[in-house]
């Protein structure tokens, strides 16, 4: 079982930046693909970025690419969001989520975070 806490969201004004943290407890954070999600109002949950168990390597969706980056620590069991030049659109509910190696899939999810763009 892996116990997933997200803090750090709030209300930011356009352009601006916030960095999300996702605190890990449970089982070996290091074998676990960590992945960010959001769900807007309205609309479907859906993929903003992930960072690999192995090597780190990162994925992210094209409407955050170049915006945010992802990153974990596997010293302290935490996995961040660093989310630049901020826009209206970014406004969701950021949700935490963790992957074992072994998995197609993602298996804990932490209760979200609130973010809020203002224009």
């Known amino acids: 079982q892996v116990q997933l806490v997200e803090s750090g969201g709030g209300l930011v004004q356009a352009g601006g930046s916030l960095r999300l943290a996702c605190a890990a407890s449970?089982?070996?954070?290091?074998?676990?693909?960590m992945g960010w999600f959001r769900q807007a109002p309205g609309r479907e949950r859906e993929f903003v970025a992930a960072?690999?168990?192995?090597?780190?390597?990162?994925y992210y969706a094209d409407s955050v690419r170049e915006r945010f980056a992802i990153s974990r620590d596997n010293a302290k069991n935490t996995v961040y969001l660093q989310m630049n030049s901020l826009k209206p659109e970014d406004t969701a509910v950021y949700y935490c989520?963790?992957?074992?190696?072994?998995?197609?899939?993602?298996?804990?999810w932490g209760q979200g975070t609130q973010v809020t763009v203002s224009s």
């Open positions: 989520a963790a992957r074992h190696r072994g998995s197609h899939e993602y298996e804990y």
């Open positions: 960072i690999s168990w192995s090597i780190g390597s990162t």
């Open positions: 449970g089982r070996t954070f290091s074998a676990y693909t």
